[in-house]
């Protein structure tokens, strides 16, 4: 039970569309136990614009600040994974019949907020696709691929080694859709790191 962890998120947000442009704001919480006790908390705020074309081609650009904080709990050196995190993304979705095929592409940089933990502040970028279909009104089942690099910015201390992971992630997931605004998604991720 030391190793169960435990993922609580929520999302709000307003968005505003005109003609064939979305602008949307979003704030987000997440909290993550370790063994039933809290381990670690995000918040973020993003902004995304999304274009509509003709066709059934889509566009978008989303921007995102992030604060990551760890609890110190027994350990006071926790606080030196604290991070300030900067994200740029870009996609561009195909409509086709009841399928949405979707590629996007991502780039971030990380700040420590101690100096004696720089090795735990990264670089990254990744691409993922994604598949869609309207199984049935309300219905939308789907699968992600995605592949991602990161490069931490300093050697590890411990090790005295610099840190890159690679990782792929695939997911399948189920979207019911209730009403137009109102939805929830589950989903299962198999990830190698």
Known sequence: SEFDIDVLSAETGYAVIRENVRLSMYGRFQRVNLNEEEFQRSSSIMGTMQRNAGDGWSQGITAAYTAVRFDTGPNPDNNLRDVNQMLLSGNIAKAAGRFL???????????????????????????????????????????????????????????NIDREDDTFSTSFGWIWQFNRNLNITTDITYTEN
């Open 101 to 159: 095929h979707n590629v996007s592409v991502y780039y971030g940089d990380e700040d420590a907020q101690r100096n004696a933990g720089k090795n735990n502040a990264q670089t990254f970028y990744g691409i993922a696709f994604s598949e869609q279909i309207q199984f049935r009104p309300g219905h939308i089942p789907y699968v992600r691929v995605s592949f991602h690099k990161s490069e931490n910015k300093s050697v590890a201390p411990v090790f």
